[in-house]
């Protein structure tokens, strides 16, 4: 975690780490077989079928919360359609996802709460957050799956 973040918008983005450090270290100990293996046939929801495809909707999701919170400055929007084949490589792309948010955020973490409090984000799932409000909504979303691959291992 870096300790030089401060504000609301630091404080989130330390809970948004600490919450992935729970789930790669269930990752960590996750073997291929078990990573990919289908686990919930009967979902209609692809992105719920296994380990491995939950941990690629966790990555690509985090992608989408920091564009939204790039729109703000910038119009670059980037799109995360990577494979990932097991756990390892699960684990580095959540880091990978980590740093692009803290990137976009870095230069933000002191900026007044009533200038963030403007951020409004309406998202293509028909939801409209402000930017606590989104990242509030990363965090528990790495926790639900976390617990969801949890319940998948017992």
């Known amino acids: 975690m870096n300790t030089q973040r401060t504000g609301a918008l630091g404080a989130l983005m330390d809970e948004y780490e600490r919450a992935a450090i729970d789930l790669k270290a269930v990752l960590s100990n996750i073997s291929d077989k078990d990573f990919q293996l289908i686990r919930d046939n009967k979902t209609e929801d692809p992105d719920c079928q296994s ?61 007044p709460s009533q200038t963030v409090d403007e951020w409004i984000f309406k998202t293509r799932w028909g939801v409209t957050y402000d930017a606590e409000q989104l990242l509030e909504h990363a965090i528990v979303h790495i926790l639900r799956h976390r617990r969801q691959i949890e319940n998948f291992l017992k």
Do not use: R
Not at 56 to 80: Q, R
Not at 86 to 110: F, V
């Open 51 to 111: 380990i491995q495809t939950i941990n690629v909707h966790v990555v690509h999701s985090g992608y989408t919360y920091a564009n939204y919170l790039n729109t703000v400055f910038d119009d670059a929007w980037k799109e995360y359609n990577m494979p990932i084949d097991n756990a390892t490589k699960g684990i580095e792309e959540i880091n990978k996802m980590l740093i692009y948010t803290d990137q976009i955020l870095d230069d933000k973490y002191q900026l």
